[in-house]
T-cell receptor, first 116, second 112 residues
Framework: GEEVAQTPKHLVRGEGQKAKLYCAPIKGHSYVFWYQQVLKNEFKFLISFQNENVFDETGMPKERFSAKCLPNSPCSLEIQATKLEDSAVYFC??????????????FGEGSRLTVL | DQQVKQNSPSLSVQEGRISILNCDYTNSMFDYFLWYKKYPAEGPTFLISISSIKDKNEDGRFTVFLNKSAKHLSLHIVPSQPGDSAVYFCAASADNTDKLIFGTGTRLQVFP
């Protein structure tokens, strides 16, 4: 598609439940990035993929968070046993290359996760 | 440890006047700096960027200035328009790699 598509737009989970978010990158973009924005503050980098391979996972919490990009499927970000602090807007972005300093990173509209 | 800082959470400017948004950074390894604009319920959209080898980049009404010695950059919008009302995020990357480090944003309101 012509834009990064994220689903669902809103997701509500009770503490301890699993949450799964999806992202379809722009067609032809081989890099996918996930960012977390808590309380409208700065965007925290979580993980990036080059096609189905993890490119950089230095921002991923060691526990409970996992992500995948499988061929012919939307990418996914999964949080096991959600906690209140996981409440945030999760943004997916895609790019044709890993070099995003000149602005070739395109963001989706985000998925708002609320953990009660 | 916040590497990119936007110390002004909000700014209000009259239509037609200049808007100046500021950003400070601490990491001297950053070599690209970007500004993103974000409307409510939308993802951020790229506005303008500057390489660390330059001190100014201009695109229409938008100009970004970089002062490396002060580790400071600013975004100038002139003339400001009501449609410019949004949250502006400063971001930086090191070695033009995949990781953008964002500031906390400045909410700009342009009033008639």
């Amino acid at each position: 598609g012509e834009e990064v598509a994220q689903t669902p737009k809103h997701l509500v989970r009770g503490e301890g439940q699993k949450a799964k978010l999806y992202c379809a990158p722009i067609k032809g973009h081989s890099y996918v990035f996930w960012y977390q924005q808590v309380l409208k503050n700065e965007f925290k980098f979580l993980i990036s993929f080059q096609n189905e391979n993890v490119f950089d996972e230095t921002g991923m919490p060691k526990e409970r968070f996992s992500a995948k990009c499988l061929p012919n499927s939307p990418c996914s970000l999964e949080i096991q046993a959600t906690k209140l602090e996981d409440s945030a807007v999760y943004f997916c972005a895609s790019s044709q290359s890993s070099r995003v300093g000149t602005g070739e990173l395109f963001f989706g509209e985000g998925s708002r996760l609320t953990v009660l | 440890d916040q590497q990119v800082k936007q110390n002004s959470p909000s700014l209000s400017v009259q239509e037609g006047r200049i808007s100046i948004l500021n950003c400070d950074y601490t990491n001297s390894m950053f070599d690209y700096f970007l500004w993103y604009k974000k409307y409510p319920a939308e993802g951020p959209t790229f506005l303008i960027s500057i390489s660390s080898i330059k001190d100014k980049n201009e695109d229409g009404r938008f100009t970004v200035f970089l002062n490396k010695s002060a580790k400071h950059l600013s975004l100038h919008i002139v003339p400001s328009q009501p449609g410019d009302s949004a949250v502006y995020f400063c971001a930086a990357s090191a070695d033009n790699t995949d990781k953008l480090i964002f500031g906390t944003g400045t909410r700009l309101q342009v009033f008639p």
